[in-house]
């Protein structure tokens, strides 16, 4: 992240607290930061509600085109789907707890597949 930071990528953490995540809302809130993470980041969201709309309004706050806005998630059936279905470049990290998750005809296959985020530096 660091790296991505000093080449000059603007990062944005768009995260959805669930009913079946390990936090509540607030909680998932107060993680993110208190991060030593956290600094990275322009801007940080965290929703319960629709992931989608957090998305979408990430996308118009950061006011880049979609091709260069580059979706990086865990998730194959939120953010790679909705990359996919409004034309950004996808990272699937295929790590941890969602990593058997597979793409499928409704999320469409990622840009890119990695298995840690150190791997995201050969892909910006």
């Excluded at 607290?17 to 940080?44: C, D, G, H, M």
């Excluded at 998750?101 to 530096?121: D, Q, R, V, Y």
Aim: with cysteine.
């Amino acid at each position: 992240m660091a790296a991505c930071k000093q080449r000059g990528y603007r990062l944005v953490l768009v995260s959805l607290v669930s009913a079946l995540a390990n936090a509540t809302l607030e909680e998932r809130k107060a993680q993110i930061e208190t991060s030593p993470l956290r600094y990275f980041f322009e801007s940080a969201i965290v929703t319960d509600k629709d992931k989608d709309i957090s998305f979408d309004e990430t996308v118009k706050w950061l006011g880049l085109p979609r091709q260069q806005i580059l979706i990086v998630d865990d998730r194959t059936i939120r953010g790679i789907r909705y990359g996919n279905l409004h034309n950004h470049p996808t990272v699937w990290l295929q790590k941890g707890r969602f990593s058997e998750e597979l793409p499928n005809s409704e999320t469409g296959n990622p840009s890119f597949t990695i298995k840690s985020l150190a791997e995201l530096l050969d892909i910006v």
